[in-house]
């Protein structure tokens, strides 16, 4: 029998959501908009993604959505890459549908009106872990053909650090790692420390400039540090996959208000009815460790966690 208890709940601000819990771990999904997870933490822990409680807009309304803007709510979305003005944009302000599952959900957003594209989040959550597998799918319901990849956005609370591997892969002569900035970057920015094998990038709310970067993450997984808690999500990157972003399958951006950590599936094109899926696992550790810009110290605190499995 199944260790997972799933319950529908009431949010004072985010309304109907489900609610997962093992014993170890809490997650919990709204139900009036998205797909979209809210909440990730330890049982009985402070949340590990930022929430926005005022709602407010992500960009200026679009005439082509009617007026309507995409609303920031914070947490774990599905997104589209490359970021195409306003096609990603399109707001997902409407209620998602819930199909209950062994331990998890499945969440299917409507059909988008403009884009003919629905976006479907199917969550699972292990019984004796503390462990979560999120598959996010992306459907062609129109009637062309379109171009297109899977984008995970997972907006992290305030006050953390995040470490990201560099690439390894011994090429001798040739370059064996790809770095994208965007154009409100800095290279000094002291939020984001460039290590050999690692970099680390700090949330910092007296810093309000943003700052992004990309990189070809082939090891496949990143951390964040915060609230006496360490967040990891591992993805399979697709080495031979087209990218977006001069080909990033992962990237990190970072204002006064949160940390986003974000992985990335490669580019298909999609033929009317058919989809694309990208898949995450998320676990959660306790740790007071917050990482230093030592490598040493960085590489045994994630051989905790990582390279002894």
Request: glycine share 8%; proline share 6%.
């Amino acid at each position: 029998m199944s260790k997972v208890k799933i319950t529908e709940i009431k949010h004072d601000v985010f309304g109907n959501c489900v609610r997962f819990e093992n014993g170890l771990i809490e997650l919990c999904a709204t139900l009036d908009f998205g797909p979209r997870i809210l909440h990730f933490s330890l049982s009985g822990k402070e949340n590990m993604m930022y929430n926005d409680l005022e709602k407010k807009p992500i960009d200026k309304p679009f005439e082509i959505y009617g007026g309507e803007s995409q609303i920031m709510y914070g947490g774990h979305r599905v997104w589209l890459s490359p970021e195409i003005v306003p096609r990603c944009y399109h707001p997902d302000n409407l209620p998602a549908s819930c199909e209950r599952q062994d331990n998890g959900v499945i969440l299917k957003s409507p059909v988008e009106e403009h884009t003919r594209i629905r976006k479907i989040m199917d969550i699972y959550m292990a019984d004796d872990l503390p462990e979560v597998k999120i598959d996010h799918t992306i459907v062609n319901e129109g009637l062309w053909e379109i171009e297109l990849g899977v984008w995970c956005v997972t907006m992290l609370a305030a006050g953390g650090r995040a470490v990201i591997p560099m690439p390894d892969a011994k090429t001798g002569f040739l370059p064996n790692r790809i770095i994208s900035l965007w154009d409100y970057t800095e290279m000094n920015d002291k939020r984001i420390y460039w290590g050999r094998d690692f970099i680390t990038v700090t949330q910092d709310i007296k810093i309000i400039n943003p700052a992004k970067i990309g990189l070809n993450n082939e090891a496949g997984w990143a951390a964040y540090f915060n609230k006496g808690q360490v967040f990891i999500k591992s993805f399979e990157p697709e080495i031979n996959g087209v990218f977006p972003d001069n080909g990033c399958c992962y990237e990190s951006y970072v204002n006064g208000l949160m940390l986003e950590s974000e992985t990335l599936s490669g580019i298909e094109l999609l033929a009317p009815g058919d989809s694309i899926s990208h898949c995450e696992e998320w676990e959660i550790h306790e740790s007071d460790f917050i990482p230093k810009n030592d490598e040493n110290e960085i590489r045994r605190e994630m051989e905790k966690y990582l390279y002894n499995q």
